[in-house]
């Protein structure tokens, strides 16, 4: 009997179905990664058109995202460049902690801006980074807040900052109501008693006022989509390689010579 007329069991049929139910499998999650890749690239697309757009002031700002905005009003402004004028409110600063820069642990400084437009309203910057005290870890770093004089800020509209994990009830620090993990901006506003617009603004001038501003670049993440793309139609073309020459080529082309009898 030749090696193509030697008949095949069940454990042959076993064998080439669960091949195919693997190779449909990765080939079906490859084809949902490339499909979620052309939807980052519909939204890098986006962000960057709304980079693009000329500034957007205060005054409108605050219109778009005011308190009673909702988040579906005020999501279009995100990531536009923003030029506010106003006066800094020091006594309401928050430090972040646990955040990082560069690789460095410290604090993110967030400070609200009285807007100078007609209407007034506030806006929370997130003004920069600062590097903590590891000596002390209730000592704040020295920031330089002018409280008097109007300042103008440079930036780029942002959601509330990132929410790190944290244990039920701790939102601060050592009893410290100024450095806290995360903060919400409804509760923020309700502490504070300021009318604080639903989104941030992420200041980009240059470092200054003992902080650092190396914020990292905006990007929709569309390059691991490809990359989790091309290991899943990588997988299933290696099983189908294995399959072809363990269950194809050495069972029925080459087989293993038999041992005399």
């Known amino acids: 009997m030749t090696a193509l007329q030697r008949p095949v069991g069940l454990r042959f049929w076993l064998i080439a179905l669960a091949a195919l139910a693997c190779m449909a499998t990765t080939a079906s999650l490859g084809r949902w990664q490339l499909s979620r890749a052309a ?3 519909a939204l890098q697309a986006a962000l960057d058109k709304r980079g693009r757009m000329p500034a957007i002031d205060g005054a409108s700002l605050f219109a778009s995202a005011s308190p ?3 988040a579906a009003d005020a999501e279009p402004l995100v990531h536009r460049v923003a030029l506010l004028e106003g006066r800094w409110l020091p006594a ?3 430090f972040l902690d646990n955040r990082q820069m560069q690789g460095r642990p410290g604090f ?3 400070t609200p801006l009285q807007l100078s437009a007609p209407g007034g309203g506030v ?3 997130q003004r920069g980074w600062a590097p903590r005290n590891f000596q002390d870890r209730t000592q704040l770093p020295q920031i330089q807040t ?16 990132s929410r790190l994990y944290e244990f039920q009830g701790a939102d601060s620090v050592q009893g410290s109501s100024r450095i806290r993990q995360n903060l919400d901006l409804a509760a923020f506003r309700t502490e504070t008693g300021l009318a604080l617009a639903n989104l941030t603004v992420l200041q ?7 902080l650092q501003r190396d914020w990292p670049v905006v990007g929709a993440g569309v390059d691991k989509h490809y990359g989790y793309a091309f290991q899943w139609f990588g997988l299933c073309g290696l099983i189908a390689l294995l399959y072809v020459w363990f269950q194809l080529v050495r069972r029925f082309i080459c087989p293993r010579s038999q041992p005399a009898a």
Do not use: C, I, M
Request: no cysteine; net charge negative.
């Open 123 to 125: 806006v929370l910057v």
């Open 108 to 110: 993110f400084v967030l």
């Open 92 to 94: 309401h600063t928050v």
């Open 146 to 161: 002018p409280a008097d004089a109007n300042v103008r800020v440079e930036g780029r509209v942002a959601a509330s900052p």
């Open 68 to 70: 009673a905005a909702t």
């Open 204 to 210: 980009t001038d240059a470092a200054s006022d003992g």
């Open 39 to 41: 939807e980052k690239e």
